[in-house]
């Protein structure tokens, strides 16, 4: 994509509040704050706000806005606003290809989301991770499944980024379920630095 395209995108997305002002959250009273994560959900609806500090040909950039997540077996589907409600970019991911579309132009198509959230977006929206995240759960660096708790709330991923699971709600049957995921990562598909800030709505 031509840098000026890519430059309009981040100017659409982004303004000047820094990662730290994704947003201000407090703790919830939780009913079994001993329990891990419930189990793992294949379909999932969430809501939730999302903020990442990146570099870009060497300058710092901060982005910050909301996003819906749709996820079913074998499909996904992510929305991305900006702080005013403009939609900036919807992405679908399934088995085969991930697909990014913005108003106006032609959908993009690479074989994975990693691919092509770098090349469109300048930075990496880890989708794939995220499945697992968003629930709690990880492959941590030996390659074992992780399942997070108010008191167990950290894990280095096997592809390298640091989590930490900051904040927790309420979720089906009482069982804890993240609030606020903080991920970082010291290299990307784009070659910076990355930290994501995610806070989620309250899950129904």
Not at 13 to 31: E, H, I, K, M, R
Not at 41 to 59: E, F, M, P, V
Not at 166 to 178: F, L, S, Y
Request: with cysteine; hydrophobic share 40%.
């Amino acid at each position: 994509m031509p840098m000026h395209r890519l430059s309009r995108f981040a100017c659409a997305f982004a303004f000047s509040a820094a990662l730290a002002g994704c947003a201000t959250t407090s703790n919830v009273p939780l009913a079994n704050p001993a329990a891990q994560v419930g189990a793992y959900r294949d379909t999932i609806d969430l809501n939730g706000r999302l903020a990442a500090n990146y570099s870009k040909d060497g300058q710092p950039q901060s982005i910050n806005g909301n996003f819906t997540w749709v996820q079913r077996p074998g499909r996904i589907d992510v929305a991305l606003f900006s702080p005013l409600g403009q939609t900036v970019a919807e992405i679908t991911v399934t088995p085969e290809t991930a697909t990014l579309t913005q108003s106006g132009r032609q959908p993009r198509v690479e074989k994975d989301i990693d691919t092509l959230t770098a090349k469109a977006l300048g930075w990496t929206l880890p989708v794939s991770g995220l499945r697992d995240w968003l629930q709690g759960y990880a492959v941590d660096a030996g390659g074992k499944r992780f399942a997070a708790s108010p008191a167990h709330d950290s894990v280095v991923t096997n592809d390298g980024w640091r989590l930490r699971f900051v904040e927790w709600q309420n979720g089906p049957q009482g069982a804890p379920t993240p609030r606020r995921i903080d991920a970082e990562r010291s290299t990307t598909a784009v070659g910076d630095a990355l930290t994501i800030r995610i806070v989620i709505d309250p899950v129904a």
